[in-house]
Protein backbone atom coordinates (compact mmCIF):
# COMPACT_ATOMS: atom_id res chain seq x y z
CA UNK A 1 0.00 0.00 0.00
CA UNK A 2 1.63 3.43 -0.96
CA UNK A 3 0.90 6.22 1.45
CA UNK A 4 0.39 10.01 1.07
CA UNK A 5 -0.66 12.92 3.19
CA UNK A 6 -3.31 14.83 1.62
CA UNK A 7 -2.45 17.88 3.40
CA UNK A 8 1.53 17.47 1.61
CA UNK A 9 -0.22 16.74 -1.80
CA UNK A 10 -2.29 20.37 -0.75
CA UNK A 11 0.76 22.08 0.41
CA UNK A 12 2.99 21.15 -2.71
CA UNK A 13 0.16 22.42 -5.52
CA UNK A 14 0.42 25.52 -3.55
CA UNK A 15 3.60 26.21 -4.26
CA UNK A 16 4.53 23.90 -7.89
CA UNK A 17 3.63 23.42 -11.02
CA UNK A 18 2.92 19.81 -12.96
CA UNK A 19 5.68 17.53 -14.67
CA UNK A 20 5.76 13.91 -15.30
CA UNK A 21 8.37 10.81 -15.39
CA UNK A 22 7.76 7.81 -17.60
CA UNK A 23 10.50 6.40 -20.25
CA UNK A 24 9.52 3.77 -22.59
CA UNK A 25 11.79 1.43 -23.33
CA UNK A 26 14.98 2.27 -25.41
CA UNK A 27 14.82 6.31 -25.10
CA UNK A 28 17.22 8.14 -22.82
CA UNK A 29 15.77 8.81 -19.59
CA UNK A 30 17.75 12.07 -18.85
CA UNK A 31 16.40 14.88 -17.60
CA UNK A 32 18.45 17.55 -19.17
CA UNK A 33 16.78 20.39 -20.47
CA UNK A 34 14.91 19.67 -24.21
CA UNK A 35 13.30 21.93 -26.81
CA UNK A 36 9.99 21.95 -27.35
CA UNK A 37 8.25 23.65 -29.68
CA UNK A 38 4.55 24.82 -29.80
CA UNK A 39 4.50 23.96 -33.66
CA UNK A 40 6.05 20.66 -32.96
CA UNK A 41 5.28 17.96 -34.83
CA UNK A 42 2.93 15.22 -33.31
CA UNK A 43 4.15 11.56 -33.53
CA UNK A 44 2.55 9.17 -36.41
CA UNK A 45 0.29 7.35 -34.22
CA UNK A 46 -1.18 10.59 -32.59
CA UNK A 47 -1.89 12.04 -36.14
CA UNK A 48 -3.43 8.91 -37.65
CA UNK A 49 -5.59 8.11 -34.14
CA UNK A 50 -8.78 7.54 -34.55
CA UNK A 51 -11.33 7.75 -31.41
CA UNK A 52 -12.01 4.03 -31.34
CA UNK A 53 -10.28 0.60 -31.07
CA UNK A 54 -7.13 -0.04 -29.12
CA UNK A 55 -3.45 1.15 -28.89
CA UNK A 56 -0.50 -0.72 -28.18
CA UNK A 57 2.29 0.06 -25.84
CA UNK A 58 5.47 -0.77 -25.54
CA UNK A 59 7.33 -1.82 -22.65
CA UNK A 60 9.16 0.57 -20.67
CA UNK A 61 9.98 2.22 -16.89
CA UNK A 62 7.54 4.38 -14.92
CA UNK A 63 8.12 7.02 -11.94
CA UNK A 64 4.97 6.62 -9.81
CA UNK A 65 4.24 9.71 -7.80
CA UNK A 66 4.35 7.70 -4.95
CA UNK A 67 6.35 4.99 -5.12
CA UNK A 68 5.83 1.49 -3.45
CA UNK A 69 8.97 1.56 -1.42
CA UNK A 70 11.83 3.54 -1.56
CA UNK A 71 13.79 1.12 -3.35
CA UNK A 72 10.91 1.32 -6.71
CA UNK A 73 11.47 5.11 -7.61
CA UNK A 74 11.72 3.34 -10.90
CA UNK A 75 9.25 0.31 -11.73
CA UNK A 76 9.12 -1.51 -15.05
CA UNK A 77 5.68 -2.09 -17.14
CA UNK A 78 5.37 -4.62 -19.73
CA UNK A 79 3.88 -3.73 -23.05
CA UNK A 80 -0.02 -3.43 -23.09
CA UNK A 81 -2.74 -1.92 -24.87
CA UNK A 82 -5.48 0.65 -24.50
CA UNK A 83 -8.96 1.82 -25.59
CA UNK A 84 -7.90 5.07 -27.33
CA UNK A 85 -10.91 6.69 -26.30
CA UNK A 86 -12.70 6.61 -23.12
CA UNK A 87 -16.40 4.11 -23.06
CA UNK A 88 -19.22 6.24 -24.71
CA UNK A 89 -22.76 5.90 -23.26
CA UNK A 90 -23.71 4.22 -26.87
CA UNK A 91 -20.76 1.90 -25.66
CA UNK A 92 -22.74 1.18 -22.34
CA UNK A 93 -26.22 1.44 -23.69
CA UNK A 94 -25.20 -1.62 -25.42
CA UNK A 95 -23.35 -3.60 -22.40
CA UNK A 96 -27.06 -2.91 -20.38
CA UNK A 97 -28.97 -4.37 -22.99
CA UNK A 98 -26.80 -7.57 -22.85
CA UNK A 99 -26.53 -7.51 -19.39
CA UNK A 100 -30.07 -6.31 -17.85
CA UNK A 101 -28.68 -6.97 -13.99
CA UNK A 102 -26.17 -3.56 -14.70
CA UNK A 103 -29.45 -2.00 -15.82
CA UNK A 104 -30.27 1.49 -14.33
CA UNK A 105 -32.61 0.67 -11.13
CA UNK A 106 -31.83 -2.96 -11.47
CA UNK A 107 -28.06 -3.13 -10.02
CA UNK A 108 -27.27 -3.41 -6.56
CA UNK A 109 -26.33 -0.65 -4.37
CA UNK A 110 -23.93 -2.41 -2.71
CA UNK A 111 -22.38 -2.24 -6.38
CA UNK A 112 -23.68 0.46 -7.89
CA UNK A 113 -24.69 3.61 -5.85
CA UNK A 114 -27.04 6.28 -5.56
CA UNK A 115 -26.24 7.81 -8.55
CA UNK A 116 -25.47 4.95 -10.68
CA UNK A 117 -26.32 6.34 -14.35
CA UNK A 118 -28.76 8.89 -12.52
CA UNK A 119 -28.43 11.63 -15.85
CA UNK A 120 -30.20 8.62 -18.18
CA UNK A 121 -33.65 8.89 -19.15
CA UNK A 122 -34.41 5.82 -18.01
CA UNK A 123 -33.11 1.75 -18.05
CA UNK A 124 -32.36 1.64 -21.96
CA UNK A 125 -32.69 5.65 -22.68
CA UNK A 126 -29.62 8.01 -22.96
CA UNK A 127 -32.20 11.64 -22.51
CA UNK A 128 -31.53 15.02 -24.47
CA UNK A 129 -28.51 16.03 -22.28
CA UNK A 130 -26.79 12.80 -22.88
CA UNK A 131 -24.36 12.56 -25.50
CA UNK A 132 -24.36 8.88 -27.20
CA UNK A 133 -20.67 9.38 -28.29
CA UNK A 134 -19.80 10.97 -24.81
CA UNK A 135 -17.54 9.43 -22.43
CA UNK A 136 -20.03 7.30 -19.59
CA UNK A 137 -20.11 8.58 -16.59
CA UNK A 138 -22.03 8.10 -13.41
CA UNK A 139 -20.61 4.41 -13.41
CA UNK A 140 -19.11 2.38 -10.26
CA UNK A 141 -16.09 0.65 -10.42
CA UNK A 142 -17.56 -2.88 -10.27
CA UNK A 143 -20.18 -1.53 -13.23
CA UNK A 144 -16.72 -0.78 -15.48
CA UNK A 145 -14.64 -3.70 -14.48
CA UNK A 146 -17.88 -6.20 -15.57
CA UNK A 147 -18.12 -3.93 -18.78
CA UNK A 148 -14.40 -4.70 -19.55
CA UNK A 149 -14.32 -8.51 -18.59
CA UNK A 150 -17.67 -8.50 -21.19
CA UNK A 151 -15.62 -7.07 -23.85
CA UNK A 152 -12.33 -9.54 -23.22
CA UNK A 153 -10.53 -6.76 -21.46
CA UNK A 154 -9.68 -5.17 -18.03
CA UNK A 155 -9.32 -2.10 -16.67
CA UNK A 156 -5.69 -0.40 -16.76
CA UNK A 157 -3.81 -0.60 -13.74
CA UNK A 158 -3.00 3.10 -12.16
CA UNK A 159 0.45 2.92 -12.89
CA UNK A 160 -0.29 1.86 -16.45
CA UNK A 161 -2.96 4.38 -17.04
CA UNK A 162 -0.46 7.16 -15.70
CA UNK A 163 2.28 5.74 -17.76
CA UNK A 164 0.26 6.32 -20.79
CA UNK A 165 -1.51 9.89 -19.39
CA UNK A 166 2.28 10.91 -19.31
CA UNK A 167 2.45 11.05 -23.19
CA UNK A 168 2.11 14.75 -25.03
CA UNK A 169 1.21 14.61 -28.46
CA UNK A 170 4.34 14.95 -29.65
CA UNK A 171 6.54 13.30 -26.99
CA UNK A 172 6.11 9.76 -25.14
CA UNK A 173 7.77 11.41 -22.06
CA UNK A 174 5.32 14.98 -21.49
CA UNK A 175 7.42 16.10 -18.52
CA UNK A 176 10.15 18.46 -20.40
CA UNK A 177 7.05 19.67 -22.79
CA UNK A 178 5.68 22.86 -21.55
CA UNK A 179 2.82 23.42 -23.41
CA UNK A 180 1.95 19.86 -22.85
CA UNK A 181 2.20 21.62 -18.89
CA UNK A 182 0.53 24.31 -19.38
CA UNK A 183 -2.47 22.63 -21.34
CA UNK A 184 -3.05 20.54 -18.00
CA UNK A 185 -3.55 23.43 -16.27
CA UNK A 186 -5.69 24.72 -17.94
CA UNK A 187 -7.47 21.50 -18.31
CA UNK A 188 -7.61 20.97 -14.70
CA UNK A 189 -8.83 24.60 -13.93
CA UNK A 190 -11.89 24.01 -15.78
CA UNK A 191 -15.60 22.96 -14.17
CA UNK A 192 -17.49 19.87 -15.21
CA UNK A 193 -19.60 20.87 -17.61
CA UNK A 194 -23.76 20.38 -17.91
CA UNK A 195 -23.45 18.59 -20.97
CA UNK A 196 -20.18 16.42 -21.32
CA UNK A 197 -18.85 16.26 -24.80
CA UNK A 198 -17.68 13.78 -27.25
CA UNK A 199 -14.76 12.19 -27.01
CA UNK A 200 -12.46 12.29 -29.50
CA UNK A 201 -12.19 15.70 -30.25
CA UNK A 202 -8.92 16.99 -29.84
CA UNK A 203 -5.47 15.99 -30.30
CA UNK A 204 -4.76 12.57 -29.78
CA UNK A 205 -1.55 11.92 -27.68
CA UNK A 206 1.87 10.34 -28.60
CA UNK A 207 0.45 6.99 -28.54
CA UNK A 208 -2.64 7.52 -30.21
CA UNK A 209 -4.75 7.48 -27.35
CA UNK A 210 -7.60 10.58 -26.86
CA UNK A 211 -9.01 12.26 -23.38
CA UNK A 212 -7.06 10.94 -20.90
CA UNK A 213 -6.75 14.84 -19.49
CA UNK A 214 -9.37 16.91 -19.67
CA UNK A 215 -12.64 15.09 -20.54
CA UNK A 216 -13.30 13.17 -17.34
CA UNK A 217 -11.77 11.46 -14.61
CA UNK A 218 -11.18 7.55 -15.25
CA UNK A 219 -11.23 4.39 -12.94
CA UNK A 220 -8.31 2.20 -12.61
CA UNK A 221 -8.15 -1.47 -11.40
CA UNK A 222 -6.15 -0.60 -8.40
CA UNK A 223 -7.74 3.03 -7.32
CA UNK A 224 -7.20 2.55 -4.02
CA UNK A 225 -2.88 1.43 -4.15
CA UNK A 226 -2.34 4.53 -2.75
CA UNK A 227 -3.81 5.76 0.35
CA UNK A 228 -4.28 9.38 0.65
CA UNK A 229 -5.37 10.63 4.40
CA UNK A 230 -7.28 13.50 4.59
CA UNK A 231 -4.77 15.35 7.68
CA UNK A 232 -1.62 14.34 8.82
CA UNK A 233 -2.47 14.55 11.99
CA UNK A 234 -4.67 12.13 12.88
CA UNK A 235 -4.91 10.61 16.55
CA UNK A 236 -2.54 8.25 17.70
CA UNK A 237 -0.43 9.15 14.60
CA UNK A 238 3.72 9.13 15.34
CA UNK A 239 4.48 9.56 12.07
CA UNK A 240 5.56 13.32 12.21
CA UNK A 241 7.23 13.49 8.51
CA UNK A 242 3.61 13.19 7.28
CA UNK A 243 2.41 16.62 8.68
CA UNK A 244 1.40 19.57 6.12
CA UNK A 245 4.02 20.29 3.64
CA UNK A 246 6.55 17.36 5.12
CA UNK A 247 4.08 14.51 4.09
CA UNK A 248 5.09 14.97 0.37
CA UNK A 249 8.86 14.62 0.96
CA UNK A 250 8.55 11.20 -0.28
CA UNK A 251 7.01 12.14 -3.80
CA UNK A 252 8.68 11.10 -7.15
CA UNK A 253 7.69 14.42 -8.47
CA UNK A 254 6.99 17.07 -6.33
CA UNK A 255 6.07 19.70 -9.13
CA UNK A 256 3.73 16.89 -10.77
CA UNK A 257 0.68 19.54 -9.74
CA UNK A 258 -2.01 17.20 -11.31
CA UNK A 259 -0.72 13.96 -10.56
CA UNK A 260 -1.32 15.26 -6.96
CA UNK A 261 -4.69 16.10 -7.67
CA UNK A 262 -5.68 12.59 -9.43
CA UNK A 263 -3.60 10.51 -6.52
CA UNK A 264 -5.78 12.49 -3.91
CA UNK A 265 -9.43 12.07 -5.94
CA UNK A 266 -8.66 8.35 -6.48
CA UNK A 267 -8.28 8.01 -2.85
CA UNK A 268 -11.34 9.64 -2.24
CA UNK A 269 -13.10 7.02 -3.71
CA UNK A 270 -14.78 3.59 -2.89
CA UNK A 271 -16.16 1.39 -5.88
CA UNK A 272 -19.91 1.78 -5.25
CA UNK A 273 -19.50 5.43 -6.16
CA UNK A 274 -20.99 6.99 -9.35
CA UNK A 275 -20.08 10.65 -9.78
CA UNK A 276 -20.90 12.91 -13.04
CA UNK A 277 -17.54 13.73 -13.98
CA UNK A 278 -15.77 9.70 -13.61
CA UNK A 279 -15.90 7.53 -16.76
CA UNK A 280 -13.41 4.73 -17.44
CA UNK A 281 -11.74 2.98 -20.96
CA UNK A 282 -10.24 -1.07 -20.58
CA UNK A 283 -7.29 -1.75 -21.02
CA UNK A 284 -5.61 -5.53 -22.62
Not at 106 to 130: I, T
Not at 216 to 231: I, L
Request: one cysteine or more.
Amino acid sequence: MRKASLAGAIFVLMATSPAFATTPAGEASDSSTQSFRVDCMPSKASREARAFGMAKLPAGSYAPLYPPTPEEKVIPLQTFELDRAPVTNQDFLAFVREHPNWRKGRAPQLFAGPGYLSRWAGPLELGAEVLPDAPVTHVSWFAAKAYCEAQGKRLPTEDEWEYAASASSCHADGKRDPDFVALLLKWYSKTTPKVTPAVGQGQANYWGLHDLHGLVWEWVFDYGSTMVSADSREDGDTETMRFCGAGAINAGDKEDYAGFMRYAFRSSLQGSYAVGNLGFRCAR
